[in-house]
């Protein structure tokens, strides 16, 4: 059973930075493509970044390039996501997900993705 936990989230002032992890178990996660979205109060929810797990090959929203960066530590099963210069527009709760492909694909709709998390709140004051 796969179970996807996340941690680091948290308040911080506009232009700090926080890093959210994503515990990933239950399988072995080498064929997997790995995501990072979001959801404001009121609003979508949002692609933020995605990370093929064997090949390292990343994908990140143009609303959070060059500020965002996703990666993963397989010796800890762990997928990151590193935020700095964080807005106040980036407020929201952070989910991590999951999704098979036996062909590199980074998805950008959460419908393509089969495992979520619970989430964390990221809450970046002005």
């Known amino acids: 059973q796969v179970q996807l936990v996340e941690s680091g989230g948290g308040l911080v002032q506009a232009g700090g930075s926080l890093r959210l992890s994503c515990a990933a178990s239950g399988r072995t996660f080498s064929g997997y493509t790995m995501a990072w979205f979001r959801q404001a109060p009121g609003k979508d929810r949002e692609f933020v970044a995605a990370?093929?797990?064997?090949?390292?090959?990343?994908s990140h929203a143009n609303s959070v390039k060059g500020r965002f960066t996703i990666s993963t530590d397989n010796a800890k099963s762990t997928v990151y996501l590193q935020m700095n210069s964080l807005k106040p527009e980036d407020t929201a709760v952070y989910y991590c997900?999951?999704?098979?492909?036996?062909?590199?694909?980074?998805?950008?709709?959460?419908?393509?993705?089969?495992?979520w998390g619970q989430g964390t709140q990221v809450t970046v004051s002005s």
């Open positions: 997900a999951a999704g098979y492909y036996t062909f590199t694909y980074l998805p950008q709709l959460g419908s393509e993705y089969t495992y």
């Open positions: 990370i093929r797990w064997s090949a390292g090959i990343t």
